[in-house]
């Protein structure tokens, strides 16, 4: 199993700061294979990233993301109150299978 | 718009099956997505659970072994869960959720329901 750690488990910062979140993989992944969600309390994750650079739909241009072997990192710029939420990113390997990050806090 | 909508008892007890069913509309479940199920235990992570497309390939996550089996029913547009054995560590909100081919990622997720394993 490809083991994926998050950090900083939790990210204080003030509206209009950048944010920068780092995904780093137990060994070499694709980049074709990590992307990146969002989640709100009480709500499902929303696709933010994938192919770890790739802006999902309707996903502004302040989320960027980058990266490639063992280290990935999701950068927020010009933070703004709705991107407060808690960030997974996600890998695929072959065969088959999907991990999640433990998620990043990110908290005004 | 494409949407997911699951739905399934939201008690099951320990030892007992827990079966789930996510109804989709706005897509075909034939159409070149595979199709998910992904769990979030309370205050917890995300866990994929496994996925299937419509030919009826699978894959599971193997820490789950052989207590789980996704299906299709393309009369019904619809995908189901079985859980069986399940334990209190089974207690989640399950998510069914969309993969479009080439993609390696959920594009689209259900709202998500509640499942507790309690006697």
């Known amino acids: 199993e490809v083991v994926l750690t998050q950090s900083p488990g939790t990210l204080s910062l003030s509206p209009g700061d950048t944010a920068t979140l780092s995904c780093r993989a137990g060994?070499?992944?694709?980049?074709?294979?990590l992307a990146w969600y969002q989640q709100k309390p009480g709500q499902a994750p929303r696709l933010v990233i994938y192919?770890?650079?790739t802006r999902a739909a309707g996903i502004p241009d302040r989320f960027s993301g980058s990266g490639s072997g063992t280290d990935f990192t999701l950068t927020i710029s010009r933070l703004e109150p709705e991107d407060y939420a808690v960030y997974y990113c996600?890998?695929?390997?072959?065969?088959?299978?999907?991990?999640f990050g433990q998620g990043t806090r990110l908290e005004i | 718009q494409v949407q997911l909508q699951e739905s399934g008892p939201g008690l099951v007890k320990p030892s007992g099956t827990l079966s789930l069913t996510c109804a989709v509309s706005?897509?075909?479940?034939?159409?070149?997505?595979?199709w998910t199920w992904v769990r979030q235990p309370p205050g917890k992570g995300l866990e994929w659970i496994g996925e299937?497309?419509?030919?009826?390939?699978?894959n599971y996550n193997p820490f789950l072994g052989s207590r789980v089996t996704i299906s299709v029913d393309k009369s019904k547009n619809q995908l189901s869960v079985t859980l069986n054995s399940v334990t209190a560590a089974d207690t989640a909100v399950y998510y069914c959720?969309?993969?479009?081919?080439?993609?390696?990622?959920?594009?689209?997720w259900g709202q998500g329901t509640t499942v507790t394993v309690s006697s």
């Open positions: 959720a969309r993969i479009p081919f080439f993609y390696y990622a959920i594009d689209v």
């Open positions: 299937i497309f419509h030919s009826g390939s699978t």
């Open positions: 060994q070499s992944v694709s980049s074709t294979y």
């Open positions: 192919g770890a650079s």
């Open positions: 996600q890998q695929y390997t072959t065969p088959a299978r999907y991990t």
């Open positions: 706005g897509d075909s479940i034939t159409s070149s997505n595979w």
